[in-house]
């Protein structure tokens, strides 16, 4: 793969990537100051500033690889992911040192999974290099792969009964130093998952996108084909039901219809998922007993002084109230990156970082940043339309819809209009499992705007 | 610098949002062009797929491994051929189309269906078309490409 001329040079993606590194320049410089807690204003000193030059050169030196691998990739999906991933570190160095006990090395370690992500999209990226049709014809190994995973962490929780009441089961600690490396495997089974239901739709298109039989007036759809999505879907619901994940439930659930739109064109798929949909969710409310309290924590009222309700906000929906609060103290323009006080909010820094931006970068901060998260969409999607094969078209399209809907979810749930889940916002949250399998998603998708381009 | 550290914190408050937007506005600029380039370049390529030219369309029936959605219609030049090769009025990427593998003429108010010495061969109806002469097409008619179930199918209609 040689060097084709300073034309093929990906001169777009460097000037895009121009501003995100300013911006974390400002951002650290901010940080450092805040920190110093002195009325003049003196020069930040080289090594404080270390994590910011790391980020910088991580990421200059991956558009050089990218430019070495892969030059006629999308050359705008990376300066956004980029921005995106700043802002975590930035809120991650932001909040480590606040947090109640203080986190210090926050920063650090979510610098250091930003780098293994990097890695790890270059790697999909070299893994991909006879190109991307060989995953389709592993459909089931890589389902049955991120099945097990999963099913690991499961049965462990079963067997050695660790922490039954813990928010979730999803964890697996991988050795490593310090106590283990916690894990989240159920990031990559959505990928998995993916993969699988890409490739099985791409097949049976045309099947499915004719008719089914009728059930009188209705029409059903065509069930010998359905039978392994249906399957799939119910092991993997099953799965997270298991591990008290029904967030990525319904992420689960909302790809795999989007997909199978995507593949069919016919509404009828939605339609009869949104009832089935609709069922499940009628059952886990009459089951689970802490579904019940996130839907009822949602209608609750923070403003009010009636004892019962009181008794509530000081309970269950603490966290949901003071994340609505520190939105709120944010205002138009935002409090200022480390001028606030968002470890007010119980596990600020993982499920809600959203109201943590919201507080300290103000409306103005929170617009932008859902613009860049549609930018991000937007991009996905135009690779898939432009993609040459069936295949490549449904991949692109049911990652891309992962960022979408998972975005949409938890952004929903710090706002209040959606009962809370434990589902991590892209790149800006902080945790490495997340981290890393959205790289993997980003090096798919680069991979994917190379293939059979001109 | 004499400057009172709120004050420069302020004025960081802002850059630091700033930058954002700024950004935003650069990848608009980006997707813009983008846009334009690729609306233009489509827009001459098919050079208006809603309006009937009079000659008539080809409806896909099956469209096997190819990205397209049974129902969707291509127009018909006076000289159409269909291949593998990236000359071809309409592309097909599979290793059982030829490069060139069947070609649809208009003349005498009538279709011409004729292959093109291809591998798998083409039918219209069921039968083969031989490879250089012409065979006559109506509505209706349903044209096959590759080995026998096809590779794709297509409807002629106007």
């Not at chain 2, 096997?64 to 969707?72: C, D, N, T, V």
């Not at chain 2, 509505?139 to 409807?155: A, H, I, N, S, W």
Request: proline content about 6%; glycine content about 12%.
């Amino acid at each position: 793969m040689m060097f084709q001329g300073i034309h093929r040079y990906r001169w777009r993606e460097l000037q895009l990537l121009l501003l995100p590194c300013l911006f974390m320049l400002t951002g650290m410089v901010m940080l450092v100051l805040v920190d110093s807690h002195s009325d003049k204003v003196s020069l930040p000193t080289l090594d404080s500033l270390v994590p910011a030059i790391g980020v910088i050169a991580a990421l200059l030196v991956t558009h050089i690889l990218l430019t070495v691998l892969l030059p006629q990739a999308d050359q705008v999906l990376f300066p956004i992911v980029g921005l995106l991933s700043i802002f975590g570190v930035l809120m991650a160095l932001r909040l480590g040192p606040a947090l109640n006990p203080p986190a210090d090395n926050l920063g650090s370690k979510q610098l250091l999974w930003l780098l293994l992500g990097l890695l790890c999209c270059l790697l999909t990226v070299l893994f991909t290099r006879r190109g991307t049709l060989w995953i389709s014809r592993y459909k089931y190994t890589f389902a049955a792969f991120g099945i097990l995973l999963v099913g690991i962490s499961l049965v462990r929780v079963f067997t050695t009964h660790i922490n039954f009441d813990s928010p979730t089961h999803d964890e697996l600690n991988l050795p490593g130093p310090g106590g283990g490396i916690p894990f989240q495997p159920s990031e990559l089974l959505k990928i998995c998952l993916v993969i699988f239901f890409a490739a099985y739709v791409a097949e049976n298109r045309e099947i499915l996108g004719e008719g089914g039989p009728k059930l009188g007036f209705i029409p059903v759809p065509p069930l010998k084909q359905f039978g392994p999505l249906l399957l799939m879907l119910g092991m993997a619901l099953v799965l997270f039901v298991g591990l008290r994940e029904l967030g990525l439930a319904l992420l689960i659930f909302g790809i795999f219809l989007a997909m199978l739109y995507l593949g069919s064109g016919r509404f009828l798929y939605v339609g009869w998922g949104v009832v089935l949909f609709a069922v499940g969710a009628l059952i886990c409310y009459k089951l689970f007993t802490y579904v019940q309290a996130r839907v009822t924590v949602v209608g609750i009222n923070c403003n009010a002084t009636d004892a019962a309700t009181r008794q509530i906000i000081l309970g269950p929906a603490y966290q949901i109230c003071q994340g609505l609060i520190a939105i709120g103290s944010g205002g138009v323009f935002g409090t200022g990156l480390g001028l606030g006080t968002p470890t007010n909010v119980p596990a600020v820094q993982t499920d809600y970082v959203f109201a943590a931006v919201a507080e300290e970068f103000g409306l103005l901060g929170v617009m932008a940043l859902i613009g860049l998260y549609i930018m991000l969409v937007h991009r996905g999607f135009r690779i898939a339309a432009n993609a040459k094969t069936a295949f490549h078209q449904l991949l692109a399209g049911g990652l891309t819809a992962i960022f979408a809907i998972q975005t949409m979810i938890i952004i929903a749930g710090n706002l209040k209009l959606f009962p809370l889940t434990g589902i991590p916002l892209p790149f800006i949250t902080y945790g490495g499992s997340s981290l890393i399998a959205n790289y993997i998603i980003i090096g798919l998708l680069l991979r994917i705007s190379a293939t059979d381009t001109a | 610098m004499n400057l009172q550290l709120d004050q420069f914190l302020f004025i960081l408050r802002i850059v630091l949002v700033a930058l954002i937007y700024l950004f935003l506005i650069q990848l608009i600029f980006v997707v813009r062009r983008d846009l334009v380039r690729m609306s233009s370049g489509s827009g001459a390529a098919r050079g208006g797929t809603t309006a009937h030219k009079g000659l008539g369309y080809l409806v896909v029936v099956k469209p096997g491994p190819m990205p397209l959605r049974p129902g969707h219609r291509i127009d018909i030049e006076p000289v159409t051929t269909i291949g593998r090769g990236p000359t071809n009025t309409v592309v097909l990427e599979d290793s059982r189309i030829s490069s060139e593998h069947a070609r649809i003429t208009y003349h005498d108010r009538q279709w011409w269906v004729e292959d093109m010495g291809s591998r798998n061969k083409t039918f219209l109806n069921g039968t083969q078309v031989p490879a250089g002469q012409g065979v006559p097409a109506r509505p209706g008619d349903l044209l096959v490409l590759g080995p026998v179930d096809g590779v794709v199918t297509f409807k002629f209609g106007v």
